[in-house]
Every structure is written in structure tokens, then in C-alpha cells.
């Protein structure tokens, strides 16, 4: 079948490149198919001030980061940050308008695409609907004009590490929408690109597909070993599948590290709001000797006397009376203060009190993540085990504490990371 009749048989004759963009991409540049097994190099991914106009729009400022070969490294942010773009730039299907990106020692900023070694995922599955499985699956090879066998034994391959063989001769109206993805992604692993790309891969699968999906492509990056790089604006997506994560706002890289790095110590107050469900509270308030107050809430920091913003993420506020309390009688002396249970959140395993706290300054930004837990809310939150969250009623009066040791500190006018409270940890 020639790609001629495949676009006759698709009907994508005149859908543009974005449908065929994976096609495009299939052209990877290396003349012959070899044994799927055969382990190609894959290099490392450096931005250097890369920048992203549209006319007067930027769209993205001065991305510098590296990656090694073989991680897995997620771009997060919310929509509009700039994150498909940066992939589709490392994919040659935008061009690159300041700075340089390479893989290895190659500048990739005038290689054609199809030159690049890199295949990439869409959101969207771009399967042919009028093509079986193995048919979807051996048509990049079928267009490098491989032998039949080589293109059998690929197919073969790859259906087997994406548990496809079942599945080979439905067309893609008679699959799951995990299904359908999966057999997106080997269409994408049957090119044997040296990079992967992935674009919001999981953004059209409901929430448990996402997470059993989201496991097997962890698995799969594992296997092959080859640099990928995975766009997100799910914070949970990002924590759980990636090395290192990019969190990106405005078209700006506001930090670079492991999800234990993001979590436990945010740049700045976006990042801090950004990762980690529920958000972290920030509350705005004064330092002085060495203590901090807002209102009711004082803690202990070894902070400059002045105003701050202190970070306090839910499971370091300390429930020192009620159900499913969590501090032992010695710490109940130390900067303990009194709430009141405004709503309550039994999520699962976890439950979460909003609280309201006598003149307390709590920050609300612009980092929130729609649908996460508590992120209505413009009050402290503390958790507590799920079973207990059950007993509290808004209205109840409890007593609190934070560890001061787990609290961030952020500048009142920059947003970015102070030193931390007393004791501060990794
Ligand atoms: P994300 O993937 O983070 O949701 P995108 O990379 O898709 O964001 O888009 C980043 C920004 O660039 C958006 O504000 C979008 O409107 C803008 N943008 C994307 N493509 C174009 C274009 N062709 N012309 C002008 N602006 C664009």
C-alpha cells in the first residue's frame, strides 16, 4: 500500500500536517531497519537561552536546561506556559527563534525533522481509522520501504512490549482509548527514534486509564532507556513519572529538579503552589526575634526580622487535640494555637480541615491547579487520617501547631525561596 492510497483509504489528503505530523516524524534518518532489540545511542537534550517568538508574542524566554541520555524529563505548567511548544521545537515542527537546542553535540536548530532521531506522541492518537493495528503500526516502516519481514518482526516486537498482540488486526473504532494510545506510542517505539516525545499523551484518557497508562509508560522509558522528554500540566503526572521535572510559567522556567527537589524545596512561591496536592498555604505575616507571627499562628524561624511569606504545606500543621491527632504531649507547649474547623475534606485515606485562624493573613496567587484538593480554599489546611475526618463538624475549635523545621519562607515582593525556618531540612 502506498502512502498514496493510504491517504486515499485515510481521507487525510488535505488535513494538514498536523494529522500527519507522525508520519513526517517516521522518517527517521537511518537507511536501513534493523532488529528492534538493538540498542541505538541516545543522547542527552541541552537548551541554551532558548527563546520563542510569534511576531511581537513570546511565547517562551531564555529556556536553559540539560538532560542526560535516557532520563525522563516532564515540562509542567499550566496551559498556555509554552510546554508544547518547546516539545514541538525539539521535534523541528516549530522553528527555534533565539538560543540553540542540541542532542549530544548535534545543533538541532537547522536539521530538518525528519534528521532529528526524535518521535513524537500527540494527545490526539493520529491513528489511521481505515488501517488495522498492524497496519497503523508498519506503515512508517512500510514508507522507509522495509522488507516485509523486517516490518513483521518489528510490528511483532513492538506489539509484544506494549501487549498489542491481541489487538493486531482490530481497526482503531474497535479499541479502548488506552488501547488506541498504546498503539499511538508503538507506532512512535517502531521508528526507533533516540528521542521520545510525548505531548499531554494521557489527556484524553478518564482518571484510571490515566494512572494504569501512566505506570506502563513509566515501565516502557525504563526498558528502552532513550531520553524522553513529556509534556503535562498535571502536577500528580509529572511527580510520578519523571526524574527530573521542568516547571514552566509564562514561558519561563521557574525551576529544574527532582519531584523530592520541587517538593521539598520550591525556588519560589509559584513552584511551592504549583506541586504538591493539597497546595501549600502561604501566609503572609512578621518576623521578629526569631518568631513568627500572623494573627493567632506564631512559629519559631531563623529568619531576619521583616515581613515574609511563610509556606506551610498541609501535613506539617500538627492537629494537637481532636480526632486523629498527631503530636505527642511534649509539643504541645511550643507556639501551639487555636482554630476553628471551617469545612471538611475526607478525600480517602486522607482528610483535610479548613481552618480559620484569628487574623491570619493567608496569600492567595495565581498557582493554583484546578481540581486539586483544597484549592478553593483561602484558609490553613491540616490533614488528618481519613477515618477522622469523619468525627470533625465546622464550628469545632481545635489546637494546632506547625513544624517549624518543615516551614518555607518566601520574599514578600520576589516570590522567591528565603532561607528556611529553623532547622530547616532537605
Ligand atoms: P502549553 O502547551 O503550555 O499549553 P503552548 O506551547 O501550546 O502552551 O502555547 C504557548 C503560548 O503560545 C500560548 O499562549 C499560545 O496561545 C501561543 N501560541 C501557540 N502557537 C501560536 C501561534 N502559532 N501564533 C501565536 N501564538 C501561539
Given at each position: 500500500m502506498g502512502i498514496d492510497r493510504a491517504r486515499r483509504l485515510t481521507g487525510l489528503h488535505n488535513r494538514g500536517c498536523f494529522l500527519m505530523a507522525p508520519m513526517i516524524l517516521a522518517v527517521q534518518h537511518r537507511d536501513q531497519v534493523t532488529e528492534h532489540s538493538q540498542a541505538l545511542m541516545t543522547p542527552g537534550l541541552t537548551f541554551d537561552r532558548v527563546g520563542k517568538r510569534y511576531d511581537q508574542t513570546v511565547v517562551l524566554s531564555?529556556?536553559?536546561?540539560?538532560?542526560?541520555?535516557?532520563e525522563f524529563v516532564v515540562l509542567v505548567g499550566p496551559s498556555g506556559c509554552g510546554k508544547s511548544t518547546l516539545l514541538r521545537m525539539v521535534a523541528g515542527l516549530e522553528t527555534i527563534s533565539e538560543g540553540t537546542i542540541k542532542a549530544g553535540d548535534r545543533v538541532l536548530n537547522d536539521v530538518p525533522p525528519q534528521e532529528r532521531g526524535v518521535g513524537m506522541v500527540f494527545q490526539s492518537y493520529a491513528l489511521y481509522p481505515h488501517m488495522t493495528v498492524r497496519e497503523n503500526l508498519a506503515f512508517p516502516l512500510y514508507v522507509k520501504k522495509a522488507s516485509v519481514a523486517d516490518q513483521q518482526r518489528a510490528v511483532q516486537e513492538v506489539a509484544d512490549i506494549l501487549g498489542l498482540g491481541p489487538l493486531l488486526d482490530r481497526y482503531p473504532k474497535q479499541l479502548s482509548g488506552g488501547q488506541r494510545q498504546r498503539v499511538a506510542i508503538g507506532r512512535c517505539l517502531v521508528r526507533k527514534p533516540e528521542i521520545y516525545c510525548f505531548d499531554e499523551p494521557l489527556s484524553n484518557l478518564d482518571a484510571a486509564l490515566r494512572a494504569q497508562i501512566r505506570v506502563d509508560i513509566k515501565a516502557l522509558q525504563r526498558k528502552?532507556?532513550?531520553?524522553?522528554?513529556?509534556?503535562?500540566?498535571?502536577?500528580?503526572?509529572?511527580?510520578?513519572?519523571?526524574?527530573?521535572?521542568?516547571?514552566?510559567?509564562?514561558?519561563?522556567?521557574?525551576?529544574?529538579?527532582?519531584?523530592?527537589?520541587?517538593?521539598?524545596?520550591?525556588?519560589?512561591?509559584?513552584?511551592?503552589?504549583?506541586?504538591?496536592?493539597?497546595?501549600?498555604?502561604?501566609?503572609?505575616?512578621?518576623?521578629?526575634?526569631?518568631?513568627?507571627?500572623?494573627?493567632?499562628?506564631?512559629?519559631a524561624v531563623d529568619l531576619p526580622d521583616g515581613e515574609v511569606v511563610l509556606g506551610v504545606r498541609v501535613e506539617d500543621v500538627l492537629v494537637l487535640s481532636g480526632p486523629g491527632a498527631t503530636a505527642d504531649a511534649a509539643s504541645q507547649a511550643a507556639d501551639a494555637f487555636q482554630a476553628r474547623v471551617a469545612a471538611v475534606e475526607p478525600v480517602g485515606e486522607s482528610g483535610y480541615l479548613h481552618l480559620e485562624v484569628e487574623g491570619l493573613q493567608i496569600e492567595s496567587d495565581e498557582a493554583r491547579a484546578p481540581g486539586k484538593a483544597g484549592d478553593g480554599s483561602d484558609r490553613l489546611m491540616a490533614s488528618v487520617p481519613g477515618h477522622a475526618a469523619f468525627s470533625y463538624c465546622v464550628g469545632d475549635g481545635i489546637t494546632l501547631r506547625l513544624r517549624p523545621e518543615r516551614c518555607h519562607a518566601f520574599d514578600v515582593s520576589s516570590g522567591r525561596s528565603v532561607r528556611r525556618s529553623a532547622g530547616g531540612q532537605a
Open positions: 531564555d529556556v536553559t536546561f540539560t538532560t542526560q541520555p535516557g528502552l532507556n532513550k531520553t524522553t522528554l513529556y509534556v503535562t500540566h498535571d502536577q500528580v503526572e509529572a511527580m510520578t513519572l519523571a526524574d527530573r521535572i521542568v516547571v514552566l510559567n509564562r514561558g519561563v522556567v521557574q525551576q529544574v529538579g527532582t519531584p523530592k527537589d520541587l517538593y521539598t524545596q520550591p525556588a519560589n512561591r509559584f513552584v511551592a503552589r504549583f506541586i504538591g496536592t493539597p497546595s501549600m498555604s502561604l501566609i503572609r505575616g512578621v518576623v521578629a526575634g526569631g518568631r513568627f507571627s500572623s494573627g493567632a499562628l506564631h512559629v
